[in-house]
């Protein structure tokens, strides 16, 4: 059961946040939970979607950021994010089933993409202690300064919204998924 009373309706959040969650509506036909809860302080919605919106425009192939979110959402055990992007992966980035697994499990069977996605786990797990090594290894697999930056702030901004959503217990109102059925 949610911790903290979230906002119904777009009308019923605070006027700061609502320009956000109405840029949110337009951009993907739906104010998910996660957002509407955000949306109780627009400081932190405006934030986290400004940092979206930004990685957004990166480098990174959406595939790839996708299998960065679902192995982050795997590894911190975020009910809400595991569905939400098993939703999204599927049906909005067109990642197969098997390629979704994969990711949860910390890999793909794409090289490159196994290299993005096992390096992100690494970041989270070490809590961004990761070796010299590791970060050569992943500009071996070509990924160069600038999409290893965005891995790590994709790493960043989908911890950011598993912590909210595990510490405010944010219903699910995506198709749910087992968090061990990777």
Do not use: W
Not at 57 to 66: A, F, S
Not at 79 to 95: D, F, M, P, S
Request: proline share 4%; aromatic share 6%.
């Amino acid at each position: 059961m949610v911790r903290i009373p979230i906002p119904a309706t777009l009308d019923a959040a605070p006027e700061a946040s609502k320009p956000t969650l109405e840029a949110i509506k337009k951009q993907i036909g739906a104010l998910p939970n996660v957002f509407r809860m955000m949306s109780t302080s627009p400081a932190v919605l405006e934030g986290y979607a400004a940092l979206n919106a930004a990685l957004g425009k990166g480098r990174l192939d959406k595939k790839i950021r996708e299998r960065i979110a679902l192995a982050i959402a795997q590894k911190n055990g975020c009910e809400y994010c595991l569905a939400a992007h098993t939703y999204t992966g599927a049906h909005v980035t067109k990642l197969s089933l098997e390629e979704i697994a994969a990711a949860r499990r910390g890999g793909s069977s794409d090289a490159k993409a196994d290299a993005a996605v096992k390096f992100a786990v690494r970041v989270a797990e070490a809590r961004g202690g990761v070796s010299e090594q590791e970060v050569e290894g992943l500009k071996a697999a070509g990924f160069d300064d600038d999409e290893i930056l965005e891995i790590v702030a994709h790493v960043a901004a989908n911890t950011f919204t598993n912590y909210m959503n595990e510490v405010f217990k944010t219903d699910v109102d995506f198709p749910k998924v087992e968090r061990e059925a990777a």
